[in-house]
């Protein structure tokens, strides 16, 4: 059973390492920013082309570099041995994956809460909706991404692997998530594949903020199926974690 103490002390103790290690931190706070204020200015004479993309790659970057730190971080407890040594002690595999889920999504609020703030305050995306609603999206894309390396560790046995993973993990919904063409434009059987892929809801949701006033069924569809698959993901994690890399 999940025991809240346990996942608060793993919580604790993975924000305590990554408060040592500079250069994560930058990568997962600054990076999403930094993309989101270069491509602003890569269309400075067509602002209306960033409008139309800004609020998509909004909730694309953090997914992306959550995804990455993640699942090094996770790998590397794992062939430190620092995995192997927690799961002989009272704590279960449940344990682990939230308390790393908590630490990383404490890490996506304030990811979120700055690549959000830049965009519709400082680059100035036009949005119909609410700045919140944008955060909102923004915050479930970086805790999907943290729940896909959570789960893509567990089959890797290096860091270099763990980086492989992003080719066959995300690039495809990249690709399939209606960011370059409309989903329903592309061939018929990969659209009905990009209609199982967490990322296209995940833009769906973006668009529909950035295209409405008000919240719309379409939207509330687009929030829960991405949580549901991030918690779905998460679940995954725990059942295949292992302790050791073999």
């Not at 630490?103 to 700055?114: E, P, R």
């Not at 089959?155 to 209606?178: D, T, W, Y």
Request: neutral net charge.
């Amino acid at each position: 059973m999940l025991s809240p103490s346990r996942t608060l002390a793993t919580a604790a103790r993975v924000l305590r390492q990554l408060r040592h290690d500079p250069r994560s931190i930058a990568l997962m706070l600054l990076v999403p920013c930094l993309m989101l204020f270069l491509l602003r200015y890569v269309f400075d004479g067509s602002p209306q082309t960033f409008d139309a993309i800004g609020a998509s790659l909004l909730g694309i970057f953090p997914l992306i570099t959550m995804f990455l730190i993640t699942s090094i971080a996770t790998l590397r407890e794992r062939t430190s041995g620092t995995l192997e040594r927690l799961l002989a002690m009272p704590l279960g595999k449940a344990d682990l994956i939230a308390g790393y889920a908590l630490a990383f999504g404490l890490l996506a609020v304030v990811q979120s809460a700055l690549a959000t703030g830049l965009s519709v305050w400082f680059l100035g995306l036009d949005v119909a909706g609410s700045a919140w609603l944008l955060l909102l999206v923004a915050l479930l894309d970086a805790l999907l991404g943290t729940a896909l390396g959570l789960f893509v560790s567990a089959f890797a046995a290096s860091e270099f692997q763990a980086v492989q993973f992003m080719p066959a993990v995300i690039f495809p919904q990249l690709l399939l998530c209606g960011l370059f063409a409309p989903r329903d434009t592309m061939q018929p059987v990969l659209e009905g594949l990009s209609d199982v892929l967490p990322m296209s809801y995940a833009v769906d949701g973006m668009n529909e903020v950035l295209r409405r006033t008000d919240v719309t069924a379409d939207f509330v569809r687009d929030v829960l199926v991405v949580s549901a698959c991030a918690l779905l993901v998460l679940l995954l994690g725990a059942a295949t974690l292992r302790r050791r890399t073999a």
